[in-house]
């Protein structure tokens, strides 16, 4: 895969004016930084870009970094542990859906001692040296086992014993030989091999091991007594608790709602708590999980194992090249960073919002940076047959195929980790190649996310309209308050992934008198944690529906962050519909289509909207995929809370069969079921509607529709109703 010589990433996505921004890179020899105010969506034509006078511009040092990247567990032994011990034993609980998912697991690891671990899957123990002492026939995945090494003077003994009877294997493995005495100082690593550089921050830890698990463990345990098969047995049936040993160290994984979720609780006498590195998942089924509690919070003993993962990430710890405040004078707006050298470069986005006390423009752009985390760095072209997405022919960039297996970069929302499970968290703290202004993304071979976001920031910059630019995170945290000054909030293109905070924040905006212009598709769709704000981490659990990449497992529903459910908001009782009066309907990525208008629109009431809009059908044209109608499409429906006095001013049709209906409408496979071509409701609806206290929504229902914004230097009917729409917002909202 291509390498990029310069990669980088500022400690968060947003910030006030003359606030700390610390920069990060990973290059060889100095690097130019500088800041540019970005106005320009195309990174070959940065015309309406500016430069920005910063005291902090200049050369500076870089080398290569190396990521934190991969959870563990680090913790101390009880401080009544002895140096050294003629008999040990390390275990714990494991569970896989893939034992094999990497040559090398460690599970249990001491620092100057022995360590359990899996190799190809079979569980193995190995010396300080990494000599192997003994080792068993492959674990049966999908199952909870205990694994024991026990290791004293004459033998060294593995046990797997499982915990479901039918499904697992049992094994009772000895080596005779001379052993010991084994040293029992240093640190523990549980789910990995020799935790170091671990970096306690405000919220969560960072840090660097080897040999990665992945998969869940619960009760890992340190303890100076040989366990034979018997013992093993009796811990499994309850029989013999862990408490009853001779602990050196254990810690309970339960989680509880409220708890940081990087403390794991110790188990011995005085021992220290440890700390979980790099943001495993907890929360999560073990091995007494019943299924009679689906909150983990009702049930802390169901839920007390953690999952653990080579590619988790939530703060990819490079070293800081830059710390310095931010001009004082500058404006809210999209910025960039750019970090150049004679080898390539990299331009960091940033928004700058404003202050509470600053002045306003009457016009907000709310850029949905949580859904840019859950796409970050996406690989779904990896492996995958065009055909059955598009007719459209498929370009994948350089930036996109340099991250493929490279655990540096992260994963995605939409990724899964070695052992098949999906990922639920999402950092901002680590280099995004697909949120850079000019990406291209493979699928519509046109501007996603950010980079579609850019058409908007264009083409208001170009219309003459001021505006202000926040990010997700401040409408989660500051709530309607802060959106009150604005006459009209518009969205950006995909705002998909949402916290309950942000939709409640927009529904009181819109309710007090707000102007709501919702010009994208797919929005308000997954329901979203905030885990932490330094870094910024999203969460999610995908549940059982949806369109979706992996599912939940069994009894995983509920946000560590929120403590309440995941999965759609609809299924919530808040459909998308509830708020901007339509929804997500269908998802393809054919050609895009163009508007109709609806017999409504002849109304003398709308003519506002229609007003020096000359074309018929609109938007028969457009950076995605030819059309303001495309990629994900929302219709209104009243029975998912479209109120029944909105109006639907137009409608796309004559979607292809690359467009399928949102799963969860489709109760029962049928055979030719179709697509566009043969269910009326595959379509995008442009609707309006007002508030009984003077609020205004209007929704376009359609990704692609910022896509057509520039379309004839801005001389067309998408951006002539557009302008509309915002232009009267402002007008009755303008004291």
């Known amino acids: 895969?291509?390498?990029?010589?310069?990669?980088?990433?500022?400690?968060?996505?947003?910030?006030?004016?003359?606030?700390?921004?610390?920069?990060?890179?990973?290059?060889?020899?100095?690097?130019?930084?500088?800041?540019?105010?970005?106005?320009?969506?195309?990174?070959?034509?940065?015309?309406?870009?500016?430069?920005?006078?910063?005291?902090?511009?200049?050369?500076?040092?870089?080398?290569?970094?190396?990521?934190?990247?991969?959870?563990?567990?680090?913790?101390?032994?009880?401080?009544?542990?002895?140096?050294?011990?003629?008999?040990?034993?390390?275990?714990?609980?494991?569970?896989?859906?893939?034992?094999?998912?990497?040559?090398?697991?460690?599970?249990?690891?001491?620092?100057?001692?022995?360590?359990?671990?899996?190799?190809?899957?079979?569980?193995?123990?190995?010396?300080?040296?990494?000599?192997?002492?003994?080792?068993?026939?492959?674990?049966?995945?999908?199952?909870?086992?205990?694994?024991?090494?026990?290791?004293?003077?004459?033998?060294?003994?593995?046990?797997?014993?499982?915990?479901?009877?039918?499904?697992?294997?049992?094994?009772?493995?000895?080596?005779?030989?001379?052993?010991?005495?084994?040293?029992?100082?240093?640190?523990?690593?549980?789910?990995?091999?020799?935790?170091?550089?671990?970096?306690?921050?405000?919220?969560?830890?960072?840090?660097?091991?080897?040999?990665?698990?992945?998969?869940?463990?619960?009760?890992?345990?340190?303890?100076?007594?040989?366990?034979?098969?018997?013992?093993?047995?009796?811990?499994?049936?309850?029989?013999?608790?862990?408490?009853?040993?001779?602990?050196?160290?254990?810690?309970?994984?339960?989680?509880?709602?409220?708890?940081?979720?990087?403390?794991?609780?110790?188990?011995?006498?005085?021992?220290?708590?440890?700390?979980?590195?790099?943001?495993?998942?907890?929360?999560?089924?073990?091995?007494?999980?019943?299924?009679?509690?689906?909150?983990?919070?009702?049930?802390?003993?169901?839920?007390?194992?953690?999952?653990?993962?080579?590619?988790?990430?939530?703060?990819?710890?490079?070293?800081?090249?830059?710390?310095?405040?931010?001009?004082?004078?500058?404006?809210?707006?999209?910025?960039?960073?750019?970090?150049?050298?004679?080898?390539?470069?990299?331009?960091?986005?940033?928004?700058?919002?404003?202050?509470?006390?600053?002045?306003?423009?009457?016009?907000?752009v709310v850029l949905p940076t949580f859904t840019y985390l859950a796409y970050a760095n996406e690989s779904l072209f990896n492996g995958l047959d065009p055909s059955a997405m598009t007719d459209q022919e498929v370009v994948v960039e350089t930036a996109d195929e340099a991250h493929v297996g490279d655990a540096s970069f992260g994963l995605s929302m939409y990724d899964t980790h070695p052992d098949g499970s999906g990922v639920m968290l999402s950092s901002a703290r680590r280099q995004i190649v697909n949120m850079r202004r000019g990406y291209r993304m493979w699928l519509v071979d046109a501007g996603r996310s950010f980079s579609s976001d850019m058409y908007l920031v264009e083409w208001l910059t170009r219309r003459g309209i001021g505006f202000d630019v926040i990010t997700d995170l401040e409408v989660h945290e500051r709530g309607a308050d802060y959106l009150a000054p604005y006459a009209a909030v518009i969205s950006g293109s995909h705002p998909e992934y949402t916290s309950e905070e942000m939709l409640d924040a927009l529904v009181e905006y819109r309710d007090a008198g707000g102007g709501l212009l919702y010009l994208g598709g797919n929005g308000w769709y997954w329901v979203t944690g905030v885990l932490s704000t330094a870094p910024l981490v999203a969460e999610i659990r995908r549940g059982h529906a949806g369109i979706r990449c992996w599912e939940s497992y069994p009894g995983e529903l509920t946000l560590m962050s929120t403590g309440l459910p995941g999965g759609l908001w609809r299924h919530r009782g808040r459909a998308p519909q509830i708020l901007s009066g339509v929804g997500f309907a269908a998802q393809g990525w054919g050609r895009s289509e163009p508007y109709y208008r609806a017999e409504a629109a002849a109304d003398d009431q709308w003519s506002w909207v229609f007003e020096g809009v000359e074309e018929d059908p609109i938007g028969a044209y457009g950076a995605v995929m030819g059309g303001a109608a495309g990629d994900e499409i929302d219709r209104a429906?009243?029975?998912?809370?479209?109120?029944?006095?909105?109006?639907?001013?137009?409608?796309?049709?004559?979607?292809?069969?690359?467009?399928?209906?949102?799963?969860?409408?489709?109760?029962?496979?049928?055979?030719?079921?179709?697509?566009?071509?043969?269910?009326?409701?595959?379509?995008?609806?442009?609707?309006?509607?007002?508030t009984p206290d003077g609020g205004e929504v209007f929704s376009t229902g359609s990704i692609a529709w910022s896509g057509a914004l520039l379309e004839n230097g801005t001389e067309n009917g998408v951006s002539r109703m557009t302008e509309n729409v915002v232009r009267r917002f402002v007008a009755r909202r303008t004291s």
Request: proline share 6%; with cysteine.
């Open 637 to 690: 429906d009243v029975s998912l809370g479209t109120p029944e006095h909105a109006v639907v001013l137009a409608s796309s049709r004559g979607h292809s069969n690359f467009y399928q209906r949102v799963l969860e409408e489709i109760g029962m496979n049928l055979p030719d079921h179709g697509g566009g071509e043969q269910d009326p409701e595959v379509h995008a609806d442009i609707v309006y509607f007002r």
């Open 1 to 364: 895969m291509p390498a990029l010589p310069v990669r980088a990433y500022t400690d968060a996505l947003s910030y006030e004016r003359g606030r700390t921004l610390r920069l990060h890179v990973d290059a060889t020899g100095p690097v130019d930084v500088r800041l540019i105010r970005m106005r320009s969506s195309d990174a070959a034509d940065t015309a309406l870009d500016s430069d920005v006078d910063w005291a902090a511009a200049g050369s500076y040092g870089a080398v290569p970094q190396e990521t934190c990247v991969g959870s563990f567990l680090l913790g101390e032994l009880a401080p009544s542990a002895a140096d050294s011990t003629a008999t040990l034993s390390l275990g714990a609980f494991v569970w896989s859906a893939d034992h094999a998912a990497a040559p090398v697991q460690a599970l249990v690891s001491l620092a100057e001692g022995p360590t359990l671990e899996l190799r190809e899957g079979c569980p193995t123990v190995v010396d300080a040296n990494g000599t192997v002492l003994a080792a068993g026939p492959r674990m049966a995945d999908h199952v909870w086992h205990l694994v024991v090494a026990s290791l004293e003077p004459a033998a060294v003994r593995l046990t797997v014993t499982p915990v479901d009877r039918v499904r697992g294997r049992t094994e009772d493995i000895v080596v005779p030989g001379s052993f010991g005495p084994f040293s029992v100082r240093g640190p523990v690593t549980v789910g990995a091999r020799g935790g170091h550089d671990v970096v306690l921050g405000e919220q969560g830890a960072r840090g660097r091991a080897l040999d990665g698990f992945n998969g869940k463990l619960e009760d890992p345990f340190v303890c100076t007594a040989a366990l034979g098969a018997a013992e093993a047995a009796s811990i499994v049936s309850g029989d013999v608790e862990l408490s009853d040993l001779d602990l050196a160290a254990s810690w309970d994984l339960s989680f509880r709602h409220g708890e940081d979720p990087s403390l794991a609780a110790a188990v011995a006498a005085r021992q220290p708590h440890g700390v979980l590195v790099n943001g495993p998942a907890r929360g999560v089924t073990g091995r007494r999980f019943t299924g009679r509690a689906l909150d983990f919070g009702d049930a802390p003993g169901e839920y007390a194992a953690v999952h653990f993962h080579s590619t988790d990430l939530t703060d990819a710890g490079w070293g800081c090249v830059l710390e310095a405040s931010l001009p004082e004078q500058l404006e809210s707006g999209v910025y960039g960073v750019v970090v150049a050298n004679d080898e390539g470069s990299d331009i960091v986005p940033i928004t700058v919002v404003p202050r509470a006390d600053d002045p306003r423009n009457r016009v907000l």
